[in-house]
């Protein structure tokens, strides 16, 4: 089953126009800053941080700037990759980054997937953090919120975490907006380089990359136009204390054997959302656990069936136009 999964998301992933050719084109490995790694040693240094641009072509029919996305993988902040790292569980094999962002500049949408600093780097806790704003810190001693983290780490050959990888983990989790942060300044910057609209861009990923831009949107107020979480939930920023009326509409997806935190969590969020009037958006993958392609039926909260990438292309469209 997984094999047929893999070769149905290659021929998805990568569409062609009538004569054959990509409809996008792609630049890889595009620094967009840098980030504090080593911190805790004798020698901290900055390391550049890379992403991905996936850009729709530009046909002689078309002048206006394309929206775009940036995209962050998921690995429970330890592992993972830009490209074409794929996780398989439970028979089950995920889309990677790099097929989400084929698939949306293949439907002019602009996607930019991103690196950014994992437990493993040791990155210094950003200064601008109001840590007012975050979750209890000593969270991390439970095996409620930690018990997937542990799990990842055995399967890397890691030791369990002690007090120097919790803190290390801590960091990550900040760390990682920070690099999102400066990708979106990034991409903005550029906007005309890339051929976007700097006034219509999202955030997006999944699992950790998903809790990456929920913090950065709704926790430092990144000025975006909407959200997509792919198995994601609220971790980092405390967004009962953080969450703003006029905050940008958020897609919840949940595979539907997910991870209980996964689960429960994007349950609260949708309340949450309710409770302020955010616009949000609630899909369910039948059959599937935490991993799962992004050409599997997606039900919503109304039974209206889709594929995850067709959902996810149509409310990044609806919430792309004013």
Not at 100 to 120: E, G, N, V
Not at 138 to 146: A, D, I, M
Not at 199 to 225: E, H, P, Q, R, W
Request: net charge neutral.
């Amino acid at each position: 089953m997984t094999r047929i999964l893999t070769i149905i998301a290659l021929l998805f992933a990568t569409p062609v126009g009538a004569d054959d050719k990509p409809l996008y084109s792609v630049q890889h490995d595009i620094i967009y800053g840098s980030g504090i790694v080593d911190a805790t040693t004798n020698e901290p240094r900055r390391r550049p941080m890379r992403m991905d641009a996936y850009l729709p072509e530009v046909t002689d029919n078309e002048d206006a700037a394309y929206p775009a996305i940036i995209m962050a993988f998921g690995g429970a902040y330890h592992r993972g990759g830009k490209r074409d790292y794929r996780f398989t569980e439970d028979g089950a094999q995920d889309s990677s980054m790099a097929d989400y962002c084929r698939a949306l500049a293949a439907r002019k949408i602009a996607c930019f997937s991103i690196d950014y600093r994992l437990t493993q780097d040791d990155a210094a806790f950003p200064k601008k953090i109001n840590r007012q704003d975050l979750m209890p810190k000593k969270l991390l001693n439970s095996p409620l919120v930690t018990g997937r983290v542990e799990l990842v780490r055995r399967r890397m050959g890691l030791p369990p975490l002690d007090d120097k990888s919790r803190e290390q983990l801590w960091n990550a989790t900040f760390a990682a907006v920070e690099d999102m942060q400066n990708a979106l300044g990034f991409v903005r910057a550029n906007a005309a380089r890339f051929n976007i609209n700097g006034g219509k861009i999202a955030l997006g990923g999944f699992s950790a990359g998903a809790m990456t831009a929920i913090n950065l949107a709704y926790g430092v107020y990144a000025d975006v136009a909407a959200v997509v979480s792919l198995s994601g939930t609220n971790w980092g920023y405390n967004l009962n204390k953080t969450l703003k009326a006029d905050a940008p509409p958020l897609l919840l997806f949940a595979g539907q054997w997910d991870l209980p935190g996964i689960r429960t969590g994007s349950g609260m969020l949708a309340q949450l959302f309710d409770g302020k009037n955010i616009p949000h958006e609630q899909a369910w993958v039948p059959g599937f656990g935490h991993f799962y392609p992004m050409q599997a039926p997606s039900l919503s909260a109304r039974f209206e069936k889709s594929a995850v990438i067709e959902r996810m292309e149509r409310f990044l469209h609806e919430n792309f136009t004013p």
